[in-house]
């Protein structure tokens, strides 16, 4: 089976224990205003444009049927009315504009997570998969933890919790670790901020702990919006309700986002 990746990043330090591979999936039912990750957000493959590889050619901007490029001393990129044609990756002579996403099979990515095996091993490391939201690409999880356990690494799901129970079920026993993000107890604030209603993840957390899986929570620190100590103090109010001992890491904002807007030729979701 195949999926829609963004990224395959070996050494990775921060997607769980010891050192990782950890993969970007596409596709994700939130739209966080403050979302590092612009680029897994739509399900399709868009066009990423690279200035630093830019010679300004001009290709782009007389081959784009839509009008997406514009000359201004650079190139100016808005992929608002692109129709994901690729004539301008095709007509590009220097490797500026590219797909933000390809199609992997699960078996390239365990040729490629197997390759760092012994790190893990030395490191209490494994397989992180994240997003986007991972799990959006349920059938896909599924094969590649199923084949990745059964190659005996360690598996991490790094999930936003909006996910349809029975996938979480679905995929539950061949993880190790869920890195659970939690962004507001507050019902209208999550509405409001990430486009959607926060039970389907609160329930999921509550399942998870009920059924005794390793969970740490993800709070992502937005100043002005998440970091405000009402909703601080709710969220840990809420989960050591349910369990004390469980590990709370507080996520810093990276102001490197702004430039995958910038890549992606769309506007930020809202000013921060
Ligand atoms: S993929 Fe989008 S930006 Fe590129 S040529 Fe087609 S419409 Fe224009
Ligand atoms: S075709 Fe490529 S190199 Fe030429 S101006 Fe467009 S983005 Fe730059």
Redesign the pocket.
């Known amino acids: 089976m195949n999926g829609f990746i963004t990224k395959i990043q070996r050494f990775s330090l921060h997607d769980g224990p010891g050192i990782r591979t950890t993969v970007f999936l596409k596709g994700c039912p939130l739209t966080c205003v403050w979302c590092q990750n612009p680029e897994t957000i739509a399900e399709c493959p868009e ?1 990423l444009f690279l200035n630093a590889h830019c010679i300004g050619c001009r290709k ?1 901007v007389k ?7 514009s000359w201004d001393n650079q190139i100016k ?1 808005n ?1 608002v ?9 095709d ?1 590009c002579p220097a490797e500026a ?1 590219n797909w933000s996403s390809h199609e992997l099979s699960s078996d390239d990515i365990i040729r490629e997570a197997i390759k760092d095996k012994l790190y893990y091993d030395l490191s209490g490391g494994g397989l992180t998969l994240s997003g986007g939201e991972p799990l959006a690409q349920i059938g896909f999880c599924y094969e590649l933890a199923k084949k990745a356990k059964s190659l005996g690494l360690h598996i991490t799901i790094d999930t936003s919790g909006y996910v349809p129970r029975a996938a979480l079920e679905k995929i539950m026993p061949f993880v190790d670790l869920f890195l659970f993000d939690i962004k507001f107890v507050d019902r209208r604030l999550h509405q409001k901020y990430t486009g959607q209603p926060n039970d389907l993840i609160l329930g999921n957390f509550q399942l998870l702990c009920k059924l005794k899986k390793l969970v740490i929570v993800r709070v992502p620190v937005i100043t002005g919006i998440t970091d405000r100590q009402d909703n601080l103090f709710r969220i840990n109010d809420f989960i050591k309700q349910i369990d004390p001992a469980i590990k709370i890491d507080y996520i810093p904002f990276n102001a490197l986002m702004l430039e995958k807007y910038k890549m992606l ?1 769309k506007t930020v979701l809202a000013k921060i």
């Open positions: 066009v782009c081959s784009c049927p839509k009008k997406c490029f990129f992929s009315n692109c129709n994901r044609c690729g004539l301008c990756i007509n504009l030729g």
